[in-house]
Antibody
Framework: EVQLLESGGGLVQPGGSLRLSCAASGFTFSNYAMSWVRQAPGKGLEWVSAIVGSGISTYYADSVKGRFTISRDNSKNTLYLQMNSLRVEDTAVYYC???????????????WGQGTLVTVSS | EIVMTQSPATLSVSPGERATLSCRASQSVSSNLAWYQQKPGQAPRLLIYGASTRATGIPARFSGSGSGTEFTLTISSLLSEDFAVYYCQQYENWPPLTFGGGTKVEIK
């Protein structure tokens, strides 16, 4: 059974940093691109970042480029999102998501974690 | 960036009726479109990809159609568990991957 379990969310002041983790199980992690998608309270879905299975290539939304870094440790089956210079508008539930098809770009996502809430506030 | 626009924002439907949701892209996305369902407090669930291919385990009452800039998600006969918010997402031209604003399907 595929499982994705996020952790690391919490309350942080503007300008602060957080590191989110997503522990994956139930599939060959290194074969699949992964992504982070966020959802501000009461709002829709916003794609944040993606990384291919090998970790060689990464992609970012303009809204987080230069502030967030996606990475993965395939030996630990874990996806990360390092978030620096956080802003109030980064407040959201952050989901990690697994791409549907192995060895394909991060087109669409068939499994999602339960999400972790990041609140940026003074 | 490709902008995805969903309509209507809210759709009121009675159980057993048919629901038709629309998604429009600001430029052609070919058939590179996915649909997700999200219930309150839950993560999104993939329903459709490739505009018309049902994801694993998705009931046949869900169907997707369209190509280019106009897409439709049809739920043939609504069950109580289908009342939720539905999002479309394009993956033709990325980054960024972009989602529509969502359509809430509520009980009439």
């Amino acid at each position: 059974e595929v499982q994705l379990l996020e952790s690391g969310g919490g309350l942080v002041q503007p300008g602060g940093s957080l590191r989110l983790s997503c522990a994956a199980s139930g599939f060959t992690f290194s074969n699949y691109a992964m992504s982070w998608v966020r959802q501000a309270p009461g709002k829709g879905l916003e794609w944040v970042s993606a990384i291919v299975g090998s970790g060689i290539s990464t992609y970012y939304a303009d809204s987080v480029k230069g502030r967030f870094t996606i990475s993965r440790d395939n030996s630990k089956n874990t996806l990360y999102l390092q978030m620096n210079s956080l802003r109030v508008e980064d407040t959201a539930v952050y989901y990690c998501a697994k791409v549907t098809v192995a060895a394909r770009p991060p087109y669409h996502f068939d499994y999602w974690g339960q999400g972790t809430l990041v609140t940026v506030s003074s | 960036e490709i902008v995805m626009t969903q309509s209507p924002a809210t759709l009121s439907v009675s159980p057993g009726e048919r629901a038709t949701l629309s998604c429009r892209a600001s430029q052609s996305v070919s058939s590179n479109l996915a649909w997700y369902q999200q219930k309150p407090g839950q993560a999104p669930r993939l329903l459709i990809y490739g505009a018309s291919t049902r994801a694993t385990g998705i009931p046949a009452r869900f169907s997707g159609s369209g190509s280019g800039t106009e897409f439709t998600l049809t739920i043939s006969s609504l069950l109580s568990e289908d009342f939720a918010v539905y999002y479309c997402q394009q993956y033709e031209n990325w980054p960024p991957l972009t989602f529509g604003g969502g359509t809430k399907v509520e009980i009439k």
